[in-house]
């Protein structure tokens, strides 16, 4: 089982309901997971959680509203990513979206740098909020893409993660440019994707898991990419 330190430097944020998972219930599920959480790190869960929902009234953030599917299909589903650890230095959450995977991360992952980059302006703006709630002193906001390589607040990281939808093959030639030597892709698919790594790649160290997610919600592959030679 997997667990996070207590961050009792870190103030205590009480969620404001918005008909998402309560603290309790992300315990649980999570539990399912075989992933533990102290409540004050379920607390802050659920703020990011419920904040979504508030703010998926007014720009669309997830088409996932039900308070148990919210905390399978987001929180825990993200969580999984820890089988991958550890995740010293930079991580990057590319198409972040509504935080997910980054923000769960970052909470469990105090002493990595994590960098979420999201091209909307708006859902940019519900990231800053979320971590500005969150106190959240290693994530920092990047609004724009992967091709933008004037942009200074873009490095090079130890981990590039990614739930969006475009394939491996689509997305590493964009990625390769941001990954340190040694690094590593961590690409987030449904149990359907077979997706090979791009014959262009030669050499690549490639790692292939599949989960079932809890309360019967599916199952969840996660493909990581490791290429030293990039």
Not at 22 to 39: C, N
Not at 102 to 122: C, D, F, H, M, N
């Amino acid at each position: 089982m997997f667990h996070v330190e207590h961050s009792g430097g870190t103030a205590m944020v009480r969620p404001a309901g918005a008909g998402g998972p309560s603290p309790d219930l992300l315990r649980e599920v999570l539990a399912e997971a075989g992933i533990e959480v102290f409540a004050d790190v379920a607390e802050r869960l659920a703020v990011h959680a419920n904040e979504m929902l508030r703010w998926n009234r007014s720009i669309r953030l997830t088409a996932i509203a039900d308070p148990v599917a919210v905390a399978t299909k987001h929180v825990a589903d993200s969580l999984l990513l820890l089988r991958f650890a550890p995740f010293p230095g930079r991580l990057l959450d590319f198409g972040s979206g509504a935080g997910y995977p980054g923000i769960p991360l970052a909470l469990y992952l105090p002493g990595t740098r994590v960098t979420l980059l999201e091209a909307s302006v708006k859902k940019c703006a519900f990231l800053s909020r979320v971590r500005g709630m969150l106190e959240l002193s290693n994530v920092e906001v990047v609004q724009g893409r992967l091709d933008q390589r004037g942009n200074p607040a873009l490095k090079t990281y130890d981990h590039i993660v990614t739930r969006a939808t475009a394939s491996p093959a689509e997305v590493i030639p964009l990625l390769s440019p941001y990954l340190s030597d040694g690094g590593r892709f961590l690409f987030m698919m449904g149990p359907g994707a077979r997706e090979a790594v791009p014959e262009s790649f030669p050499g690549a160290m490639v790692r292939r898991e599949r989960f079932r997610l809890p309360r019967g919600m599916g199952e969840r592959e996660i493909l990581e990419v490791e290429y030293p030679g990039l």
